[in-house]
């Protein structure tokens, strides 16, 4: 029998405790003391489908795993479901010959942070992860511009490129 | 006192919320959830072997190493609970005397290839860098192929450096 907070529910076997509501495990810590959020918003997914250089704005990636469904694949656009801190990690190869360009993460269509490439060859790889302060319906998504020739951009048509997204806190 | 609930007992020490019998806690004066057995690793490739092509990539020294999850001799880590961890590596790349050489660097979930990376490098001693969040069952097990099977490999000679400048991180996030 569980302890009743409100409508929020403690129950536990007797080594782990889940805190729930109705049969959706919120959040549990198990017999060594290990706290998981098992609703935790979270995508990660890649470039598909999409062809080679690829840097549409923004990069429309196709989530494999997109628990809360805050990912949306048609716009390309993450919309956080709770005021928090979000991690993002992004990795693209860079499909175009010598090029240099900026790979960002955008809050609300608004610049936040950037890496860069300049690489004398294809097949450069670029990555980035950063924690970002979001309100509850922000919005997060990866660009790609800068970039010269006009048409660098990432290799698109499946695999070498991953991203993912989750609230830390 | 402590609420008992069907024998686990949700308690309170120094103003600290207390989980059964385990040291986690929920601190509300100061930093909010403290959860000393967080499953992570962080550590590097040592040996100096001039092997670069290799898998699985051999993390034989850890700095930090909670729970035991990674195992210095299959150079696996092993998830203790479900959930979504961060997996980072970064190191040298390259075949440590080509300018040019190419590779893929691939993430191996319980022996399968997962996600993948590729890199051609102009200059010998490039670095790459690998990261990202991936949701695992308890019991999956980690590990990471550079250029080799059961990793993306390519006849090119690319593979990772393995005396130090690496740096591998996994950590359960939620």
Known sequence: MGFDVGGVTLTSPGTTLSMDSGATNWMKVDANGILTRPQTPFMRGQLTGRGSPYSAIPLLVTADVNVGGCWNNTTGTWTCPVAGYYMVTGGNIMGSASSYGYFYIQKNGTDVIFTHWNHNASWHYVTMSGIIQCAAGDTLRYVIKGQSPASAGAYGVGGHCMYSIALMA | ?174
């Open chain 2, 1 to 174: 006192m402590p609420i008992n609930i069907n024998g686990y007992a949700v308690s309170t020490v120094a103003s600290e919320l207390k989980f059964g019998a385990s040291n986690t806690r929920i601190a509300p004066a100061s930093y909010g959830i403290r959860d000393p057995t967080l499953p992570s690793m962080w550590g590097a490739c040592t040996d100096g072997s001039a092997t670069y092509k290799v898998y699985p990539y051999p993390v034989n020294s850890v700095n930090i190493n909670i729970g035991s999850c990674w195992s210095t001799s299959t150079f696996r880590f092993t998830a203790p609970a479900t959930g979504i961890y961060y997996v980072s590596f970064a190191g040298i790349v390259g075949d440590g005397t080509a300018v040019q050489t190419a590779g893929y660097y691939s993430i191996i979930i319980n022996g399968v290839n997962y996600y993948f990376s590729y890199k051609d490098t102009i200059s010998v001693w490039e670095l790459q860098h690998v990261a990202v969040m991936i949701n695992l069952t308890a019991g999956d097990w980690l590990s990471w192929a550079m250029n080799l099977a059961p990793g993306n490999a390519s006849s090119y000679t690319g593979g990772a450096y393995r005396s130090n400048h690496n740096m591998c991180t996994i950590w359960l996030v939620g």
